[in-house]
């Protein structure tokens, strides 16, 4: 059962097995970086862009969205043989050093539990993006292939941005610029519902855009006030 007692404990050995030498900032620099470089490449590279070509963004973008639900629904929370690795570390660690009471980091280094690890942009980009630009530029045209890339990293990048972001502390500087954007606050609710123990295997496996939690079925809502009347508050904030 994992409790407060059972979670803070968790985090303390989580601590502990972070490397001396990890930095949050250059983590999520160094992700920030990679991903702006493709995607203002892609667009410099784009010439005479039909209406028909700038389809293909919103299309991957879609794409991503989905791919964001499935690799979290069927991969995140279920045992498979080739998921086993992120259903480790997202189960297993993402799941047990946050729970929904509980769902803010305290310092620079527990980003190392909320952002993806620096290589998987790498393999995100060899793996996919290169390939499918490769046939895209052969079969259709170069536009269509950078604005494929250019969607394939500003998904990526969004997932990215829009999970950090709901578990900035309460009150940060930074947390009070989302709050500013429309329907961030609901967004963040759905994912701190996903952190309830009997939810997160269940519902609410989109981060960024609920799109396929609607259309599949597994969309779950709690009315802010319900759910803070449910909630068990600790006497304090955990470490």
Excluded at 96 to 109: G, I, N, P, Q, W
Aim: aromatic letters at 18%; a positive charge.
């Amino acid at each position: 059962m994992m409790n407060l007692e059972a979670m803070t404990k968790f985090r303390d050995n989580y601590r502990n097995g972070i490397a001396l030498g990890y930095s949050g900032w250059l983590h999520m620099l160094t992700v920030l970086l990679v991903g702006l470089g493709v995607i203002i490449y892609s667009f410099s590279q784009l010439h005479g862009v039909t209406w028909l070509e700038w389809v293909v963004f919103p299309g991957m973008m879609l794409m991503v969205n989905f791919a964001e639900y499935y690799a979290h629904r069927w991969l995140g929370h279920r045992r498979t043989r080739y998921g086993k690795f992120f259903y480790s570390r997202h189960t297993g660690d993402h799941h047990s050093f946050f729970l929904d009471h509980a769902m803010e980091y305290k310092t620079v280094r527990d980003w190392r539990v909320v952002l993806f690890p620096v290589y998987l942009i790498f393999v995100f980009i060899v793996v996919l993006i290169l390939p499918g630009a490769y046939v895209l530029s052969e079969l259709v045209s170069a536009n269509t292939a950078y604005l494929y890339g250019a969607a394939g990293i500003s998904g990526y990048l969004f997932y990215e941005t829009m999970h950090f972001s709901y578990h900035i502390p309460q009150g940060h500087w930074a947390q009070k610029l989302f709050l500013a954007v429309p329907g961030w606050k609901a967004l963040r609710h759905l994912h701190v519902l996903h952190h309830k123990r009997n939810k997160m295997a269940k519902a609410n496996f989109n981060i960024t855009l609920p799109i396929f939690d609607y259309f599949l079925g597994t969309l779950y809502w709690q009315p802010f006030a319900e759910f803070e009347a449910q909630t068990t508050k600790p006497d304090k904030s955990p470490p």
